[in-house]
């Protein structure tokens, strides 16, 4: 079964920094490209960054790049989105998500981890 | 980058009714890269749609997707009551970036 589990999460000052790791299960992770996707309070969702299988090709949404890495550890079956510079307007859930190497879509999404920039 | 405008931003339908939700990207796009997802509140969104017209694993066959060039449509035959929620239109990666549409409310009249 394929399982994404999301984490590190939280209460953070603006400008402050955050990582969050996402934890997957049930498939060879290196096989297939990862997203990090958000969706703010009551707002829709929003695509934040991905990253293929061997992480040598990440993109970012324009609202974050520069800010936001996207990195993955195969190894660990881990990926990680790290958020530096962070603002009020980064307060979202955020999900992890796989993509499928036979179409274009997000088969399989995590849980969502809570993220809020407050002070 | 490309710009998805999906409408309406609220359709009230009666359970048993047809609903057809729309999704307009602001160039041309492939077929290949247009994806419909389902959103209930409190959960992570479901891929419905792949490939403008592709059906997900375990999708009803009440839902079908159709399209091309900038106009992309949802279309569920029946609506059964679990159907209600937010619908997303999605274009994956024309410029190696991916883009949701504001999404669509299907809610109960």
């Known amino acids: 079964e394929v399982r994404l589990v999301e984490s590190g999460g939280g209460l953070i000052h603006p400008g402050g920094s955050l990582r969050l790791s996402c934890a997957a299960s049930?498939?060879?992770?290196?096989?297939?490209?990862m997203h990090w996707v958000r969706q703010g309070p009551g707002k829709g969702l929003e695509w934040v960054s991905r990253i293929n299988g061997i992480g040598s090709n990440t993109s970012y949404a324009t609202s974050v790049r520069g800010r936001f890495t996207i990195s993955r550890d195969n190894a660990k079956n881990t990926l990680y989105l790290q958020m530096n510079n962070l603002r009020t307007e980064d307060t979202a859930v955020y999900y992890c998500?796989?993509?499928?190497?036979?179409?274009?879509?997000?088969?399989?999404w995590g849980q969502g981890v809570l993220v809020t920039v407050s002070s | 980058e490309i710009v998805v405008t999906q409408s309406p931003g609220t359709l009230s339908l009666s359970p048993g009714e047809r609903a057809t939700l729309s999704c307009r990207a602001s160039?041309?796009?492939?077929?290949?890269?247009i994806g419909w997802y389902q959103q209930k509140p409190g959960q992570a969104p479901r891929l419905l749609i792949y490939g403008v017209s592709s059906r997900a694993t375990g999708v009803p066959d009440r839902f079908s997707g159709s399209g091309s060039g900038t106009d992309f449509t949802l279309s569920i035959s029946r609506l059964e009551p679990e159907d209600f929620a937010v619908y997303y239109c999605?274009?994956?990666?024309?410029?190696?970036?991916?883009?949701f549409g504001q999404g669509t409310r299907l809610e109960i009249k």
């Open positions: 160039r041309g796009v492939s077929t290949t890269y």
């Open positions: 049930g498939f060879t992770l290196r096989n297939y490209w």
């Open positions: 999605q274009e994956y990666g024309t410029s190696q970036s991916v883009t």
């Open positions: 998500a796989r993509g499928d190497p036979s179409f274009w879509g997000l088969p399989y």
